[in-house]
């Protein structure tokens, strides 16, 4: 009479078999995740709206700015996105970020330790190089700088002041 115990049946039959099952299982989500439909970035030239904000604050001011005028509006579901999802950036990381760029401790370390704050970084210089091209945001900005303790509410309100004299009244209430 043989006695059959959990570890007993995994450890000698079905092992492989497992093994097998859930290495298929991981290729079948990594796959499911590859094909599922996403909103992709909008992109000109090759690049993404991030890449073409990014060359803009690095120097590549017209090429840049021409790239994000090409994108036009597509981007502005984008830039408001990131505005709303912006977070405060802790004392201690502040800190860390001014010490990094006072010792010029090399772009990489900036921008890691930045990185909560890139994509609102990005929105602001979207915006500024929109202007009021992206009036049609000023619903969405007013309502995210109406949240007035949320962090966004602040970048909500510099965004708003880039767009003209038709921001004017959200920026006034």
């Known amino acids: 009479m043989s006695v059959w115990s959990a570890s007993g049946l995994i450890g000698t039959v079905n092992r492989p078999r497992i093994i097998g099952l859930f290495a298929l299982a991981i290729c079948a989500a990594g796959l499911l995740w590859l094909l599922w439909p996403h909103q992709r970035e909008p992109s000109y030239d090759g690049k993404s709206l991030s890449e073409w904000l990014d ?43 001014n010490l990094a760029s006072h010792w010029n401790l090399g772009k990489p370390l900036l921008r890691s330790i930045a990185s909560p704050q890139l994509p609102v970084s990005r929105a602001l ?8 091209a992206a009036l049609d945001a000023v619903p969405d900005l007013a309502r995210v700088a109406s949240e007035r303790n949320s962090p966004s509410s602040g970048f909500a309100l510099i965004a708003l002041s880039y767009l003209g004299k038709d921001a004017l009244p959200p920026l006034c209430r």
Do not use: C, K, S
């Open 55 to 97: 060359g803009y604050r690095q120097g590549g001011l017209q090429q840049g700015a021409d790239a994000v005028r090409h994108i036009g509006t597509n981007a502005l579901p984008w830039l408001v996105t990131w505005i709303r999802e912006a977070q405060d950036m802790p004392p201690w990381r502040e800190h860390l970020l």
């Open 125 to 132: 210089w979207g915006f500024y190089i929109l202007g009021e």
